[in-house]
């Protein structure tokens, strides 16, 4: 299994600060099946980044992922008051596993 | 619109036996993998269950022998069939309609919450 481990695990940042979020794997995650999700209390993952980098339907161009291999990172380019959340990543190039999740809280 | 709408959580004791569904709407159901994730009170998330377009399903380990998943492409539901239920099975159950072009869960419904305890 294919382990993900994200940090930090919380990151505290003001409104329009940029927001830089690691998820690293145990084994190459091939082809870049790499996504990240961004989860609000009480609320569904909404998918965010799927393929290492391409940004899914309607999401701002402030979310950019990059990465390959078994390093990642999701960069939110300056926060906007909705951005405070959960965000997790996850691999689907063999099964599928999730990162424990990265906290980015108001500062 | 693509909608996934969860029913059939609830409060269980443990051994028993529970039965989720997921209406979908807004898609071409039979074109698209499916699956079931969930999250444990406070926890992160963790995928449970697949289904292909095919119909093969597939399984992690900690539930298999116990869950079974199914489609019914017509009237356009996902269940998930959970017997010999434990504490450790208590979470919000998401059901997710699988990418266009990966395996990654692009759409989510809003989750139903199972409890299992005596």
């Known amino acids: 299994e294919i382990v993900l481990t994200q940090s930090p695990g919380t990151l505290s940042l003001s409104p329009g600060e940029r927001a830089t979020l690691s998820c690293r794997a145990s084994q190459t995650i091939s082809s870049s099946y790499l996504a990240w999700y961004q989860q609000k209390p009480g609320q569904a993952p909404r998918l965010l980044i799927y393929?290492?980098?391409s940004r899914a339907t309607g999401i701002p161009d402030r979310f950019s992922g990059s990465g390959s291999g078994t390093a990642f990172t999701l960069t939110i380019s300056r926060l906007e008051p909705e951005d405070f959340a959960v965000y997790y990543c996850q691999q689907y190039g063999s099964s599928w596993t999730f990162g424990q999740g990265t906290k980015v809280e108001i500062k | 619109e693509v909608q996934l709408v969860e029913s059939g959580g609830g409060l269980v004791q443990p051994g028993g036996s529970l039965r989720l569904s997921c209406a979908a709407s807004?898609?071409?159901?039979?074109?698209?993998?499916m699956y079931w994730v969930r999250q444990a009170p406070g926890e992160g998330l963790e995928w449970v269950s697949g289904?292909?377009?095919?119909?093969?399903?597939i399984y992690t380990g900690s539930v298999k022998g116990r869950f079974t998943i199914s489609r019914e492409n017509a009237k356009m539901f996902l269940h998930l069939q959970m017997n010999s239920l434990r504490a450790g099975d208590t979470a919000v159950y998401y059901c997710?309609?699988?990418?266009?072009?990966?395996?990654?869960?692009?759409?989510w419904g809003r989750g139903t919450l199972v409890t299992v305890s005596s």
């Open positions: 393929g290492a980098s």
């Open positions: 289904i292909r377009a095919s119909g093969d399903p």
């Open positions: 807004g898609f071409t159901f039979s074109g698209y993998d």
């Open positions: 997710a309609r699988g990418g266009a072009d990966g395996d990654y869960f692009e759409f």
